[in-house]
T-cell receptor
Framework: EPEVTQTPSHQVTQMGQEVILRCVPI?????FYWYRQILGQKVEFLVS????????KSEIFDDQFSVERPDGSNFTLKIRSTKLEDSAMYFC?????????????FGPGTRLTVT | AQKVTQAQTEISVVEKEDVTLDCVYE???????LFWYKQPPSGELVFLIR??????QNEISGRYSWNFQKSTSSFNFTITASQVVDSAVYFC???????????FGAGTTVTVRA
């Protein structure tokens, strides 16, 4: 069964460093999402991406964040200058075209630790 | 704005007991989707069910059942004859029909003791 994959599974970085979290969505999916979950808290929406552009972003997704689909298969989340409060689990999700399925398939997550 | 409330923070039961998780939602959309996800200790998010706002039929899948009541904006989830493997955090979520982003509740931690 096709699945969303994410790399790395765990990333440790120092405050102020740039990080790139990588996701490979399911191949025929058209909608892509990033969510984050601070330890012990709920899952929060960050950004949605469709047709090579951001379709919606949350207040959390400020200028320090960016997303890209550089090669038609990967979907990346970049944090330009990490802060301690960026420590969280980051989940990528993808969804097939609307009208076919409204289910978002989640990757296993990347645990980001900022020290 | 969309909001999902899971008032129960933690529920602890003994194996074979039934457990019901409450979910109340708020939305201005007339068409929307409701979901339940399971997050086991390993951390991944496992899809359990999706309901459309126009389909109030309740659903049963094995030991899981869901009760959707539009009149009270609730989408409750029951695990019948709970097992230790059911121990997890369960999230209720809501999406509209614009870009389908999910708004999650705070989650309910279910602990099933042997």
């Amino acid at each position: 069964e096709p699945e969303v994959t994410q790399t790395p599974s765990h990333q440790v970085t120092q405050m102020g460093q740039e990080v790139i979290l990588r996701c490979v969505p399911i191949s025929n999916h058209l909608y892509f999402y990033w969510y984050r979950q601070i330890l012990g808290q709920k899952v929060e929406f960050l950004v949605s991406f469709y047709n090579n552009e951001i379709s919606e972003k949350s207040e959390i997704f400020d200028d320090q964040f960016s997303v890209e689909r550089p090669d038609g298969s990967n979907f990346t989340l970049k944090i330009r200058s990490t802060k301690l409060e960026d420590s969280a689990m980051y989940f990528c999700a993808s969804m097939q075209d609307r009208g076919l399925s409204y289910e978002q398939y989640f990757g296993p997550g990347t645990r980001l630790t900022v020290t | 704005a969309q909001k999902v409330t899971q008032a129960q923070t933690e529920i602890s039961v003994v194996e074979k007991e039934d457990v019901t998780l409450d979910c109340v939602y708020e939305t201005r959309d007339t068409t929307y989707y409701l979901f339940w996800y399971k997050q086991p200790p390993s951390g991944e998010l496992v899809f359990l069910i999706r309901r459309n706002s126009f389909d109030e039929q309740n659903e049963i899948s094995g030991r899981y059942s869901w009760n959707f009541q539009k009149s009270t904006s609730s989408f409750n989830f029951t695990i019948t004859a709970s097992q230790v493997v059911d121990s997890a955090v369960y999230f209720c979520a809501l999406s509209g029909i614009n870009d389908y982003k999910l708004s999650f509740g705070a989650g309910t931690t279910v602990t099933v003791r042997a």
